[in-house]
């Protein structure tokens, strides 16, 4: 089983930045965030192939988020870097993991753990 906490989360004005940590349990294969807004379905913006480092962005954070993993000792940690925020940036912000090699890095349901999500609030 894989655990997966999420921190970080906060309000700031739009132009503004955030960083999100995710901390986790047992380094599997791939890696993401993930954003659901009210009303919205949950999308995909930032993923990690951890073996490779191979990052992947949705079009609509290319450029201003930027993810991260790192292991420190027993410590594995997966980060978000947020600049440039917008109001529409505004959602639930969740980690998600799996062991699965291939696939669609940004489908939901092709990840087995998920964190139980940090508020992100971009005020205009």
């Known amino acids: 089983q894989v655990h997966l906490v999420e921190s970080g989360g906060g309000s700031v004005q739009a132009g503004g930045s955030l960083r999100l940590s995710c901390a986790y349990s047992h380094k599997t294969n791939r890696m993401a965030w993930f954003r659901q807004a009210p009303g919205n379905e949950r999308e995909g913006v930032a993923a990690?192939?951890?073996?490779?480092?191979?990052?992947?962005?949705s079009t609509s954070v290319k450029g201003r988020f930027t993810v991260s993993v790192s292991q420190e000792n027993a410590k594995g940690m997966m980060y978000l870097e947020m600049n440039s925020l917008k109001p529409e940036d505004t959602a639930m912000y969740y980690c998600?993991?799996?062991?699965?090699?291939?696939?669609?890095?940004?489908?939901?349901?092709?990840?087995?753990?998920w964190g139980k999500g940090t508020v992100v609030t971009i005020s205009s």
């Open positions: 990690i192939g951890t073996p490779t480092g191979t990052t992947y962005y």
């Open positions: 998600a993991a799996t062991y699965l090699w291939s696939g669609d890095f940004f489908r939901a349901d092709e990840y087995q753990y």
